[in-house]
């Protein structure tokens, strides 16, 4: 794996990260490119809180991340998802680890 996507998929799951919060997912996502036959994937704004929907919050990051690498839009990203303060991130609520299902576990 590139060391840029890493070191950010990394960093936004550091500190209890979730996602950006709402506001400033959907900037994110709006810096992603797509063509018209084929876009990324949605924010995903679901109004529960909890392990499960923080798992699948995160998973949802991880996945517009890969799409933003595979579309050589790291850089651009990396830099919006680092300018964001602790307080524009929703974190995980309990101590709870989220597991990574991105890797098939």
């Known amino acids: 794996m590139d060391k840029a996507l890493s070191d950010l998929l990394d960093y936004c799951r550091s ?3 979730v996602c950006p919060k ?10 992603l490119p797509y063509k018209q036959e084929k876009r990324p994937p949605p924010p995903l704004f679901v109004p529960e809180s909890g392990m499960i929907y923080d ?9 517009q991340i890969y799409w933003a690498y595979a579309n050589d ?4 990203c990396d830099h ?8 524009q991130w929703h974190h995980l ?6 597991y ?5 576990c």
Do not use: C, H, M
């Open 15 to 17: 500190n209890n990260r």
């Open 22 to 31: 709402n506001i400033y997912w959907n900037a994110f996502y709006s810096l």
């Open 100 to 104: 990574d299902l991105g890797n098939g």
């Open 73 to 76: 839009a790291i850089e651009k």
């Open 80 to 87: 919006f998802l680092r300018s964001l303060t602790e307080d």
């Open 55 to 63: 798992s699948l919050r995160q998973l949802r990051l991880s996945d």
């Open 93 to 98: 609520v309990s101590s709870s680890p989220v």
